[in-house]
């Protein structure tokens, strides 16, 4: 389907706001200006060099990881619509063109930060089923199976809808028809486009393990090639019951029995039960402050606001704009912060409905300074003398979605949501057209052993029937130091998601950076266990590298690139830039 056809039935659907349908073009990530920051230099060979700014405007930003996506946001703020109606039809967008993470099976999370500076946090995450037990993933001689990542019994009860509706509820100024129009326009067919067509490509084989998924995205027995008209006839007969009843036409009714008949006919426990008793939580947002700018990010049941809080609060003490981008010693005071940060996280964080936290501990100032004491300025504290257990890490799935969007008023939101891997479950409801999630595996299965993504978690974040298994989601908005309104960044990439989204922050508070820099600029990455700091390849320059190993750091080149950041940075005078990591190819866009 065409954009143009987009703008067509938003017009047909938005009534009086339809006049303002045919729109000017998008300004997508050009090149403009010469860079501001000569000082700040990439390693030579590093994939993504900055090419010059951004493009400007003051009437909206929308950055995400597919271009269909962000066209629709784009149209939605064109017409009239706030940063909240936008992402509305954003998410259900990604359910359609970004299957492997955006969803309706899954679940996540939003940040939103009201052009007054009042904010909100929105707890959208999957729940365990009712019948879920402590031990569902063990066999009997207690190791753990694949169960928790593959096949129904992955999946934990989908909460993106029941998210989607809550946040219209409370904040939608659009219809919820105009909203979910889209995305039904999309699954009635488009034309298959690069990300897409490599996406399935590349998981194809794994996309033949469940017939309906098979059926559903290798149609004729084979990845569709770009250009090719993709069309999911029962995803959109799901999207127009939710178009037309509301999250009762998720939770309830034929696409509730839907999803129970396939945990029937795959051994799943989802119940109806689960379905009807799903709710999405209003939480108090996670706020700390860092070098005078105020961060709003997301509390548990997700641990990324409390973890980057940690961190930022350590290296507060620590001037890394002295010590340089990019330089060993700021790359190890880095590591430092986050060796005890993700320590401290995998010990406590949780669901706060289920167990204590302590999070104000976890948050304080006082706290940060007595954690990062004994960090030596010239050598590694191993993880050993931090914190106990060893880890290996498996190649970690990236495919989480994140997308920013801030309108013309400045009400900004940033949400993140995932299936988990990619393609959840890889099991796709029969009849319904959508992937459930493979979330359950979130949950430490058996405490003390690694995740998929080496995380070595405790008893805190064991299954329990009705919680919520911990996330590293980490949707954050930034307030400058006279309380405006300056940065919104959100990256998918598993446990590495917290240090990615702080890391642009402290790319563009210590280091000035623009928002193109903030996002190209390689990452590391370090979570206690293992005991390591991985680098992106080409990242790194070699003598960067020999000076962390002599300071008796473990360096690991990770196999791919991390992460994928969509941003939005914005001036006092309201000027807006925004940008979208090219690590997996999305699409920013700005109004004039
Ligand atoms: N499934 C990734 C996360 O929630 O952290």
Redesign the pocket.
Known sequence: MSSFIVIVVLAAVAGPLAGSAILPPAHTNQPAAALPRETIRFADGWSFQPTGAPATGRGGAVSTTDPLATEIGRQVLAIGGTAVDAAIAVAFGLAVVNPEAGNLGGGGFMVLRQADGTTHALDF?EKAPLAAKRDMYLDAEGNLTEDSLVGHRAAGVPGTVMGLGAAHARFGTLPWKTLVQPAIMLADGFKMHPRLANSLLHHQSALTRFDGTRETFLPGGTAPREGDFFAQPALAATLRRIQDQGVEGFYRGATAALIVAEMERGGGIITAEDLTGYEAIWREPLTFTYRGHTITSMPPS???GATMALMANILEGYDLAEMGWGSAEAIHHYAEAARRAYADRNQVLADPDFVAIPLATMIAKDYARSRGKNIDPRRATPSAQVGPGLAVVRPEPTE?THFSIVDRWGNAVAI?T????AYGSLVTVAGAGFLLNN?M??FAAKPGHPNQ?GLVEGEQNAITPGKR?????SPTIVDNPAGELFFVSGT?G??T?ITTVLQTVLHVIDFGMRVDQAVLAPRVHHQHLPDQIFWEPRGLESDVITRLEAMGHHLVERPEFSGDVQAIMRRSDGTLTAFSDPRKGGTAVVLP
Request: hydrophobic share 25%; no cysteine; proline share 4%.
């Open positions: 995450r997700s641990s990324g989480t993140t995932t299936l988990n891997s979330e595996d979130d993504f298994m911990l996330s590293s989601m998918p598993g446990s998601i």
